[in-house]
């Protein structure tokens, strides 16, 4: 059973910064991608930033220049540094990790941390 967990949530002021981290149960390279999403209330959750086993890191259009996902691999972890944040910012941030399997891929997710960003 795969866990992620998140944490580094919190209340922050517009401007400020977070960081978010997520640990996984097992090594990071089983994994295809890892990537961050965020769900805001009343929203659809929408992809916030990937790392795929390559490396190549992908952005939103939202959060480009201002979040940065990293991992160490060393402890299994998936970072998300945002900086310069807003308050359309404010969301649950899942962290989620994807195998692929065969002709199909299976996704696991953490809990969510909540970021609230005040105006």
């Known amino acids: 059973q795969v866990q992620l967990e998140e944490s580094g949530g919190g209340l922050v002021q517009a401007g400020g910064s977070l960081r978010l981290a997520c640990a996984a149960s097992?090594?990071?390279?089983?994994?295809?991608?890892m990537g961050w999403y965020r769900q805001a209330p009343g929203k659809q959750r929408e992809l916030v930033a990937t790392?795929?086993?390559?490396?190549?890191?992908s952005y939103a259009d939202a959060v480009k220049g201002r979040f940065t996902i990293s991992r160490d691999i060393a402890i299994n972890t998936v970072y998300l540094q945002m900086a310069s944040l807003k308050p359309e910012d404010t969301a649950v941030y899942y962290c989620?990790?994807?195998?692929?399997?065969?002709?199909?891929?299976?996704?696991?997710w953490g809990q969510g941390t909540q970021v609230t960003v005040s105006s």
């Open positions: 790392i795929p086993l390559g490396g190549s890191t």
């Open positions: 097992r090594s990071i390279f089983s994994f295809n991608v």
């Open positions: 989620k990790a994807k195998q692929l399997q065969g002709l199909g891929s299976r996704d696991y």
